[in-house]
């Protein structure tokens, strides 16, 4: 369906979900600030147009989207292929193949692509991401110890070549904002939710700059001032042949934007019992990436820390998307000047804590206990990130996944498993949505989609490590999972061990028979326990319920699985 969700929504619109909408808004437009500003400046851009972005683009993905909840904007995935375009083409040639990259989203979106691209397998995306963390952290290391050097080398090898060589130059006093600002961030999200730890680190270190007159690098010195204004649209002339040669970093951009937007889009349907959709949603992005330019702006997608922001705070409908990006624009507009007091190590630092959760190291060791073909896979193209080039990974990971995805096609004798994932229609009004059930205070009820796209589950939690307060029991809802694999059995065994080492009580609901019988062969039936196994989601929250302290709507009757009734028979 194309049809943007906003429409959708307002139909039922109702004054206390505005106030909701209203609420989460303004929190995640203060939390995308100071994300903005460093994506930009990772880039090698000046920190205005991570603004730029973060306004223009998030205003459209919000009011054009297929998500309710999806939050717009500059992410650190960008940052390496952005500052790689502008090495090789310079800025002009970043706004071209980002504007090439939003006309072929808009064209993947048109031909009903969208639900494809949930195929890519999932030691693909690990593995790139993994290497783009790497990269990130890489960037930032100048900066972080106050490095008296010139431009940091592109390459990889001879970036921590310089870096060694100018290791004798470190100031002190960046280094202490900045690992003071790492330690503020940790032991702030630890207490306090609601404002972003990022935020107050940015506030406090910026004061210490002005008020002890310190010798650190700030936005101002190296930038000068900030627009306190959009700038007026423009386009750059263009080329046929300038066409040819940036055809390539397109096309990078254009994978790299739908990937990241449908990841959180379903990471964002598990949390609200929804489903997107997902040709709608890269129609967004693309007009999303054609309008950023316009204006000076980055590539951008949809941000899944902030997403997940977003949906905890309150945000239920786009309108909360939409007002996130006017908080961006009246601040700019009011308080753009004083961002150039911003010590440039404070930002450093705030890459660095992205980085860290952006690498997914958990995710990777687990991958590395998977079939081969997996480790392989996960391995090359961690290793052609880093080593060589964005592009390339993803372009040699692309073609790992056609023969990953026929091989495990020649797996499956289900075609009901492989063409249900190509629907896109809007379950609103599916009966058994967790919105038609009253979930108690304490409890979370996680959708998984699809039986390809479970390592969705793992960067939902690493989402909810990085921003939110943890519930008293988590319920994985599994009425959509047909079949799992190693690497599904992996994340779910690394969740509920989460759960454990911090007294969160585990439930699975809704299991289908092959994900049962793989759970039982691997033993994940006697670590979870049987009695924590539910085939409807209503018992899995009457036993939450009973967990809480909070009355039950009848007696939970737990599903005692098949295979573990045979097994205790034997």
């Known amino acids: 369906m194309l049809k943007p969700k906003l429409f959708t929504t307002l139909e039922h619109y109702t004054k206390e979900q505005f106030f909701g909408d209203m609420s989460a808004g303004l929190i995640v437009g203060i939390v995308a600030l100071p994300l903005a500003i460093a994506f930009a400046i990772a880039s090698g851009v000046s920190p205005e147009k991570g603004l730029f972005t973060a306004i223009i683009a998030g205003f459209i993905i919000s009011a054009l989207g297929g998500s309710k909840v999806q939050i717009g904007g500059p992410t650190g995935a960008f940052v390496v292929i952005v500052y790689g375009v502008i090495q090789n083409f310079g800025e002009n040639g970043l706004l071209i193949a980002t504007m090439m990259a939003g006309v072929m989203l808009i064209?993947?979106?048109?031909?009903?692509?969208?639900?494809?691209?949930?195929?890519?397998?999932?030691?693909?995306?690990?593995?790139?991401?993994?290497?783009?963390?790497?990269?990130?952290?890489?960037?930032?290391?100048?900066?972080?110890?106050?490095?008296?050097?010139?431009?940091?080398?592109?390459?990889f090898v001879e970036k921590w070549g310089s870096f060694?060589?100018?290791?004798?130059?470190?100031?002190?006093?960046?280094?202490?904002?900045?690992?003071?600002?790492?330690?503020?961030?940790?032991?702030?999200?630890?207490?306090?939710?609601?404002?972003?730890g990022s935020l107050v680190a940015l506030l406090l270190s910026t004061a210490a700059v002005q008020l002890f007159h310190l010798p650190v690098e700030t936005i101002g010195s190296r930038f000068g001032e900030i627009p306190s204004m959009l700038p007026a649209p423009h386009l750059t002339p263009v080329s046929i042949a300038t066409l040819r040669q940036l055809t390539q970093p397109a096309i990078t951009i254009a994978l790299l934007a739908g990937i990241e937007s449908l990841l959180s889009a379903v990471v964002a349907d598990g949390m609200i019992g929804g489903k997107h959709?997902?040709?709608?949603?890269?129609?967004?992005?693309?007009?999303?990436?054609?309008?950023?330019?316009?204006?000076?702006?980055?590539?951008?997608?949809?941000?899944?820390?902030?997403?997940?922001?977003?949906i905890r705070n309150g945000g239920r409908t786009p309108v909360a998307g939409i007002i996130h990006a006017l908080v961006l624009l009246v601040i700019m507009l009011f308080l753009g000047k004083w961002a150039t007091l911003i010590p440039l190590s404070c930002l450093a630092a705030i890459l660095v804590v992205v980085a860290y959760h952006m690498s997914e190291w958990r995710s990777f060791k687990a991958l590395l206990r998977s079939p081969r073909s997996d480790v392989i896979v996960l391995l090359i193209t961690f290793g052609l990130t880093v080593i060589i080039d964005l592009t390339v990974a993803i372009e040699v990971g692309m073609l790992l996944s056609v023969f990953l995805f026929m091989r495990r096609m020649a797996m499956v004798t289900n075609v009901d498993v492989v063409t249900n994932e190509f629907r896109d229609e809007d379950d609103s009004d599916d009966p058994n949505g967790i919105e038609k059930r009253a979930v108690p205070v304490g409890v979370e009820v996680y959708e998984v989609n699809g039986p390809f796209f479970f390592g969705a589950a793992y960067k939902f939690e690493e989402a909810m490590n990085i921003i939110e307060k943890r519930p008293r029991v988590r319920i994985i809802r599994m009425r959509n999972v047909p079949a799992i694999d190693s690497t599904g059995l992996n994340t779910l065994k690394k969740v509920r061990a989460d759960c454990a080492k911090h007294a969160i009580a585990f439930l699975i609901s809704d299991i289908h028979t092959q994900p049962l019988m793989a759970l039982d062969q691997s033993g994940l039936v006697d670590i979870i326990g049987a009695e924590n196994i539910f085939g409807n989601i209503d018992d899995a929250l009457n036993r939450a319920r009973v967990i809480v302290g909070v009355a039950a709507v009848e007696s939970p009757v737990p599903f005692v699985p098949t295979v573990a009734r045979e097994r205790d028979r034997k």
């Open 107 to 155: 064209v993947m979106g048109l031909a009903r692509f969208g639900s494809a691209i949930k195929f890519i397998p999932y030691p693909v995306i690990v593995g790139f991401t993994s290497g783009i963390a790497l990269i990130i952290f890489s960037s930032q290391v100048k900066d972080f110890f106050g490095l008296q050097m010139g431009a940091v080398p592109a390459d």
């Open 164 to 196: 060694a060589e100018h290791s004798s130059s470190v100031n002190v006093y960046a280094l202490a904002i900045a690992a003071g600002s790492i330690a503020l961030i940790i032991v702030w999200q630890r207490f306090f939710h609601k404002i972003p």
């Open 277 to 310: 959709r997902s040709n709608m949603e890269l129609i967004a992005v693309g007009v999303a990436n054609i309008a950023s330019p316009l204006f000076g702006g980055l590539p951008a997608t949809g941000a899944i820390a902030r997403t997940a922001t977003n």
